[in-house]
Nanobody, 115 residues
Framework: QVQLVESGGGLVQAGGSLRLSCAASGSIFSINAMGWHRQAPGKQRELVGV???????VYVDSVKGRFTISRDNGKNTVYLEANSLKSEDTGVYYC?????????WGQGTQVTVSS
């Protein structure tokens, strides 16, 4: 079994920053892509960004230049550094990790940006 534990969400003022973490544990033989999705109130879940096993990153246009995804392979952890936050970044953020060829999701962490 594989477990993902997220941390780092909260309430922040517009223009502020947050750092989310997602740590994978359990029966891990290999980790491929890792990333983040989010779901705003009343909207569908959307991709925020992905980081490959080689460290390449892809982001949705709305967060480019503001958000950075990184990973620590020794800790099986993926991070999301979110800067210059806007009210439209409010939502539940879910990490995604491909472990042993299967997709796993974190429990979600709330990010609320007040204007």
């Amino acid at each position: 079994q594989v477990q993902l534990v997220e941390s780092g969400g909260g309430l922040v003022q517009a223009g502020g920053s947050l750092r989310l973490s997602c740590a994978a544990s359990g029966s891990i033989f290999s980790i491929n892509a890792m990333g983040w999705h989010r779901q705003a109130p009343g909207k569908q879940r959307e991709l925020v960004g992905v980081i490959t096993s080689g460290g390449s990153t892809v982001y949705v246009d709305s967060v480019k230049g503001r958000f950075t995804i990184s990973r620590d392979n020794g800790k099986n952890t993926v991070y999301l550094e979110a800067n210059s936050l806007k009210s439209e970044d409010t939502g539940v953020y879910y990490c995604y990790v491909n472990v042993n060829g299967r997709a796993y999701w974190g429990q979600g962490t709330q990010v609320t940006v007040s204007s």
